[in-house]
């Protein structure tokens, strides 16, 4: 009976633990989900589609797809999930910087597994060529993925309102 009742608290305490480490989805957006591998009994393999906006260059959207597993360990949210993440960002209107920045900042953060993975988008500036380089990896405490994808997005005028802002004057 004690066995039980200690397995039935640890069983809570993981689960208690595996919600304060999930990742709050505030920032990004569900686009759409395909089905890769089918599976009877519990949730089908699949790969997600999600917009993000960057939160300090106004009028830049990412969209990047990651596999998400399903099966039991998938159903109940433990699962680690693979580093292949793909990205595409684009100016989708004027480019307004709201405040100066790093290289190399964060722009999205998402957990990949219970404790120990991430997936980060980071945002950089080729000061040369006036274009915000967005790079998105996955890491882990121990042993991080080579795995990564690279997007850039021109900074160029939008609707005819003269010259677009200089990336260098805002990311260091």
């Not at 689960?15 to 304060?20: G, K, N, Q, R, T």
């Not at 260059?57 to 990412?62: I, K, L, R, S």
């Not at 910087?97 to 993975?117: I, M, P, T, Y």
Request: aromatic share 6%; charged share 25%; hydrophobic share 40%.
């Amino acid at each position: 009976m004690r066995l039980r009742t200690a397995a039935s608290a640890l069983i809570a305490g993981a689960l208690c633990l595996a919600a304060s480490v999930l990742p709050a989805a505030a920032q990004e957006d569900l686009i759409f989900r395909k089905s890769t591998v089918w599976k009877m009994l519990t949730p089908d393999d699949k790969l997600a589609v999600y917009g993000v906006d960057d939160p300090v260059v106004e009028g830049v959207a990412c969209h990047y797809t990651i596999p998400e597993k399903g099966g039991v360990s998938g159903m109940f949210g433990v699962a680690e999930q693979v580093s292949e993440i793909s990205l595409a960002c684009r100016q989708i209107g004027p480019i307004k910087f709201k405040e100066k920045a790093d290289q190399g900042d964060v722009v999205f953060r998402e957990r990949r597994s219970l404790v120990w993975k991430k997936m980060q988008i980071v945002r950089g500036c080729d000061a040369k060529r006036n274009v915000l380089v967005y790079l998105v990896y996955s890491d882990k405490l121990i042993d991080g993925s080579p795995q990564n994808s690279t997007s850039t997005v021109p900074i160029m005028p939008w609707g005819g309102n003269g010259d677009a802002p200089k990336c260098a004057d805002w990311i260091k």
